[in-house]
């Protein structure tokens, strides 16, 4: 599975946006791109994932850049609860393993 | 619905015992996951389980570790001749379809059981 590159940690203010961007400039065509974030003391929990296009769920948004080499992960409205580990990982679909890095960890702050 | 739980939440050990950590994962679900996460590292896969097999233990560190699914729900990893190094957050997960690419391939995880081994 391709490596992905983040940043170590990030702010944002409670309300904004936060935009987690990750790098992964040797992704394969058949590799997905999944986000899990890990709350202190917490297992890792599920975000969104994305193969091409753009996604949405009730957590948060993806974009994938048109030539997939980088993503975002957008919380529209950060929330202190939102303080976490954020992992981009990218896995091929048939690949059963999550290969985790660093993460970044993002700080909501009052 | 009920999610992945792991028991115990917490096991301090003494350096030589044997321990075992159990997973329940979520109801249906036929694959299941170990990993292990040491202090300011991302999680470590271990070993996963198709049904009642071990499709592929790779990342067990060494053959003091073993883990069994003897009726594809419930597993058990167990380690034996505990070491310090062993100290660790592992964390089970499970999934309804795996390889498929897609939302039924998103991997569920439990709280975690800290084992320390002292």
């Known amino acids: 599975d391709a490596k992905t590159t983040q940043p170590t940690s990030m702010d944002c203010a409670e309300g904004r946006a936060a935009n987690l961007p990750c790098n992964h400039s040797?992704?394969?065509?058949?590799?997905?791109v999944y986000w899990y974030r890990q709350i202190h003391s917490q297992g890792p929990q599920y975000i969104i994932h994305g193969l091409k296009n753009n996604e949405t769920n009730e957590m948060a948004s993806l974009i994938i850049t048109e030539d997939r080499k980088s993503s975002t992960l957008i919380l529209p409205h950060a929330t202190l609860r939102d303080t976490a580990v954020y992992y981009c990982i990218v896995r091929r679909g048939s690949n059963y393993k999550l290969t985790f890095g660093k993460g970044t960890l993002l700080t909501v702050n009052p | 619905g009920a999610g992945v739980s792991q028991t115990p939440s917490n096991k301090v050990t003494e350096k030589g015992k044997y321990v075992e950590l159990r997973c329940d994962p979520i109801?249906?679900?036929?694959?299941l996951y170990w990993y292990r996460q040491s202090l300011g590292q991302g999680p470590e896969f271990l070993i996963y389980?198709?049904?009642?097999?071990?499709?592929?233990d790779s990342g067990l560190p060494n053959d003091r570790f073993f883990a069994v699914r003897p009726e594809g729900s419930v597993s058990t990893l167990k380690i034996q001749r505990t070491e310090r190094g062993d100290s660790a957050v592992y964390l089970c997960a499970s999934s309804p379809n795996p390889g498929s690419g897609g939302l039924t391939d998103t991997q569920y995880f439990g709280p975690g059981t800290r084992l320390t081994v002292l």
């Open positions: 389980f198709q049904g009642t097999g071990a499709a592929d």
């Open positions: 109801s249906g679900h036929t694959a």
């Open positions: 040797t992704i394969s065509g058949n590799e997905y």
